[in-house]
């Protein structure tokens, strides 16, 4: 790594990122998904005080309060934990399309990461499943490309704009296609 690579490095670098190779789009899922998780959380946010309202006098007249609080303690360390994990795998789930490959980096777990890449050469169907009312109002949805290599199915879950993101990939395609016949890359 040289001295200054942290000023020339932009939201389209990344490691292993060929120097002819041009970033076509950065995906993450869409925003209302984060959203939607973030909702859920807040209602069990609520839910702890909510038992505390229904059980007062209970807890009270048994002098739980204690082990109420130490329950309480522990309810929100789990929450808290909980909630860093979900916003932790929003956002290090991504897909970036090159005019070179598709890289699928899927995170599971804190600790588990897996990175796919597919040359554009290999694409041989790619399909948009949108479901139901939600995301066809919201616009979001999967791509699926089928290949023949060894990753059998890329799916890009919950993006923004999957039609368009077929339409850029299949394009990227065939542009890949036609300025490296036999799949042969040039060096440069």
């Excluded at 702890?48 to 303690?73: E, T």
């Amino acid at each position: 790594m040289r001295l200054f690579d942290l000023f020339t490095k932009t939201s389209f670098s990344f490691d292993t990122k060929k120097p002819d190779e041009e970033v076509l789009a950065i995906l993450y899922r869409h925003w209302i998904v984060l959203i939607l998780q973030l909702s859920a959380f807040f209602v069990f946010l609520l839910l702890p005080f909510g038992v505390r309202m229904m059980f007062s006098r209970h807890i009270d007249r048994f002098d739980f309060n204690g082990l109420y609080n130490f329950a309480m303690a522990v309810y929100f360390l789990i929450w808290w934990s909980s909630l860093f994990y979900e916003v932790t795998m929003y956002l290090l789930d991504i897909w970036i399309i090159t005019d070179h490959r598709v890289i699928d980096n899927r995170q599971y777990g804190f600790f588990n990461r897996v990175v796919s890449e597919l040359s554009l050469s290999k694409i041989q169907d790619i399909s948009v499943e949108i479901q139901g009312v939600f995301q066809t109002f919201f616009d979001f949805g999967d791509v699926k490309i089928q290949t023949a290599g060894a990753e059998p199915r890329f799916v890009f879950k919950q993006i923004h704009h999957p039609n368009e993101i077929r339409e850029k990939i299949t394009k990227a395609s065939n542009d890949y296609r036609i300025a490296h016949p036999d799949d042969i890359e040039t060096a440069t």
